[in-house]
């Protein structure tokens, strides 16, 4: 079985505000599920953009639990987040790298689920963008 997922990070001040977003769809393009969460304050964009990617891939678990094996195709806007993922670039920040480490044993501790992490132009990740926002939007109610 074969999922996308688009994730998307936003803070609005970075740091400020920030939310973090997840749509999932199946190899026909249906929406599956759409989350968004609210993150708290004087958080980075790059910490909403890994917790975005740490609920995808919790979610993928969850999925990868009830139906055997996965496949899932991760698409970010984030270059950054893509780069640190496939250990490209280095993670210096402390809270950023604790993320990652999370993400990195939860995949190695599920084998029947394979993800890849690539990156999409903001053009196509417009979904989880306007979760993002819209949970951003929300907060300020």
Same mark, same amino acid.
């Given at each position: 079985?074969?999922?996308?997922? $688009? =994730?998307?990070?936003?803070?609005?001040?970075?740091?400020?505000?920030?939310?973090?977003?997840?749509? =999932?769809?199946?190899?026909?393009?249906?929406? #599956?599920?759409?989350?968004?969460?609210? &993150?708290? +304050?004087?958080?980075? $964009?790059?910490?909403?953009?890994?917790?975005? &990617?740490?609920?995808?891939?919790?979610?993928?678990?969850? &999925?990868?639990?009830?139906?055997?094996?996965? !496949?899932?195709?991760?698409?970010?806007?984030? !270059? &950054?987040?893509?780069?640190?993922?496939?250990?490209? %670039?280095? =993670?210096?920040?402390?809270?950023?790298?604790?993320?990652?480490?999370?993400?990195?044993?939860? #995949?190695?501790? +599920?084998? $029947? #689920?394979?993800?890849?992490?690539? %990156?999409?132009?903001?053009? !196509?990740?417009?979904?989880?963008?306007?979760?993002? +926002?819209?949970?951003?939007? +929300? %907060?300020?109610?």
């Amino acid at each position: 079985m074969k999922f996308f997922v $688009n =994730i998307d990070g936003g803070s609005r001040g970075n740091p400020g505000n920030a939310a973090a977003a997840m749509v =999932i769809t199946n190899e026909a393009g249906q929406v #599956l599920a759409t989350k968004s969460k609210f &993150l708290g +304050n004087k958080l980075t $964009n790059n910490y909403a953009e890994w917790s975005a &990617l740490e609920g995808a891939v919790a979610a993928l678990v969850h &999925l990868a639990r009830q139906h055997g094996n996965i !496949e899932a195709e991760v698409r970010s806007d984030s !270059e &950054l987040i893509v780069r640190q993922f496939n250990r490209k %670039y280095k =993670i210096k920040a402390p809270e950023l790298y604790e993320i990652a480490r999370r993400v990195w044993e939860n #995949l190695a501790d +599920n084998p $029947n #689920l394979k993800v890849t992490l690539s %990156y999409v132009p903001r053009e !196509e990740n417009k979904l989880a963008d306007a979760a993002v +926002n819209r949970e951003l939007d +929300n %907060y300020r109610l």
